[in-house]
C-alpha cells in the first residue's frame, strides 16, 4: 500500500500534482478542500459550517475534519493506496492520521513537502482567484491563510522528520519538472 501525504502552504501545488500522481501510480484521492468545497456548494450543515472558516483563511476544527477523512477514508478500500491532499494539517490531524491507517494495518509510506516561497504563492492563489471565483482567492484570505500554515500546519513537518517520513522538495519550476522530483522519491521507496 502506497500511501502518500502531499505536504505545503496554500498554492504550493498539491491540488496539481496528486492529478499527476493518481495517474502514474493509480492511487485513490483524498482532497479534503474538494470535499469540503463540494459539500459548501450543496448547501449541506458541513458547508454551511466549513464556510464560514475557509472564507476567513482559518481551519476547520479538528473534530469535523478528522471524522469527515475517517468516513471518506472507508469508501477508498481496496485501492492500491491513498494521496492525502491538504489532510494533515495539524499535529492532532497527523495523530489521527497514524492511528486511522495502522487500525487497518498500515501507515504513511512518505511526505511530500512542496517548498515554495511566499512572493510566489501569493502570484499564484492571486491569479487563480481571477478564474476560480473561490472566496477565499483574495489577499487578505491568502495572508491568513498563509500565518495559519506557518503556526498551525508546517509544524508537522517536525513530526514527520522525527518518523524518517519527510521528503522536501523544490517547487519551483514546470509541473513536470516538479512531478520528476516527487516521482524520484516514490520510486526509491523501499
Ligand atoms: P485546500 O483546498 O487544500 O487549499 P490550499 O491549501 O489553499 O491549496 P490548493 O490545493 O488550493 O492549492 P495548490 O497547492 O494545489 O484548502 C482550502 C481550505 O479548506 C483551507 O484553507 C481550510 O480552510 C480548509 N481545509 C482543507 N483541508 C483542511 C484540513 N485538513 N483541516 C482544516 N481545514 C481544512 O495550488 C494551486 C495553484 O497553484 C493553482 O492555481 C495552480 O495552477 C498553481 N500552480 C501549481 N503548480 C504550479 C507551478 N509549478 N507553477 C506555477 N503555478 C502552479
Same mark, same amino acid.
Given at each position: 500500500?502506497?500511501?502518500?501525504?502531499?505536504? /505545503?502552504?496554500?498554492?504550493? /501545488?498539491?491540488?496539481?500534482?496528486?492529478?499527476?500522481?493518481?495517474?502514474?501510480?493509480?492511487?485513490?484521492?483524498?482532497?479534503?478542500?474538494? *470535499?469540503? @468545497?463540494?459539500?459548501? %456548494?450543496?448547501?449541506? =450543515?458541513?458547508?454551511?459550517?466549513?464556510?464560514?472558516?475557509?472564507?476567513?483563511?482559518?481551519?476547520?476544527?479538528?473534530?469535523?475534519?478528522?471524522?469527515?477523512?475517517?468516513?471518506?477514508?472507508?469508501? %477508498? %478500500?481496496?485501492?492500491? !493506496? +491513498?494521496?492525502?491532499?491538504?489532510?494533515?494539517?495539524?499535529?492532532?490531524? !497527523?495523530?489521527?492520521?497514524?492511528?486511522?491507517?495502522?487500525? %487497518?494495518?498500515?501507515?504513511?509510506?512518505?511526505?511530500?513537502?512542496?517548498? *515554495?516561497?511566499?512572493?510566489?504563492?501569493?502570484?499564484?492563489?492571486?491569479?487563480?482567484?481571477?478564474?476560480? /471565483?473561490?472566496?477565499?482567492?483574495?489577499?487578505?484570505?491568502? =495572508?491568513? @491563510?498563509?500565518? +495559519?500554515?506557518?503556526?498551525?500546519?508546517?509544524?508537522?513537518?517536525?513530526?514527520?522528520?522525527?518518523? !524518517?517520513?519527510?521528503?522536501?522538495? =523544490? !517547487?519551483?519550476?514546470? +509541473?513536470?519538472?516538479?512531478?520528476? @522530483?516527487?516521482?524520484?522519491?516514490?520510486?526509491?521507496?523501499?
Amino acid at each position: 500500500m502506497l500511501n502518500v501525504v502531499i505536504f /505545503g502552504a496554500p498554492g504550493s /501545488g498539491k491540488g496539481t500534482q496528486s492529478e499527476n500522481l493518481i495517474k502514474k501510480y493509480n492511487l485513490a484521492h483524498i482532497s479534503t478542500g474538494d *470535499v469540503l @468545497r463540494s459539500e459548501m %456548494k450543496n448547501g449541506t =450543515k458541513l458547508g454551511k459550517l466549513a464556510e464560514d472558516y475557509i472564507s476567513k483563511g482559518q481551519l476547520v476544527p479538528d473534530d469535523v475534519i478528522i471524522g469527515m477523512l475517517a468516513d471518506v477514508l472507508e469508501t %477508498k %478500500k481496496g485501492s492500491n !493506496g +491513498v494521496i492525502f491532499d491538504g489532510f494533515p494539517r495539524t499535529l492532532a490531524q !497527523g495523530e489521527a492520521l497514524d492511528q486511522m491507517l495502522s487500525e %487497518k494495518g498500515q501507515s504513511v509510506s512518505t511526505v511530500i513537502s512542496l517548498e *515554495v516561497d511566499e512572493p510566489e504563492l501569493i502570484d499564484r492563489l492571486l491569479k487563480r482567484g481571477q478564474q476560480s /471565483g473561490r472566496s477565499d482567492d483574495n489577499l487578505e484570505t491568502i =495572508k491568513s @491563510r498563509l500565518d +495559519v500554515y506557518n503556526n498551525q500546519t508546517s509544524p508537522l513537518k517536525e513530526y514527520y522528520k522525527t518518523s !524518517g517520513k519527510l521528503a522536501s522538495i =523544490k !517547487g519551483v519550476g514546470t +509541473v513536470d519538472e516538479i512531478f520528476g @522530483r516527487i516521482s524520484e522519491v516514490i520510486d526509491n521507496l523501499k
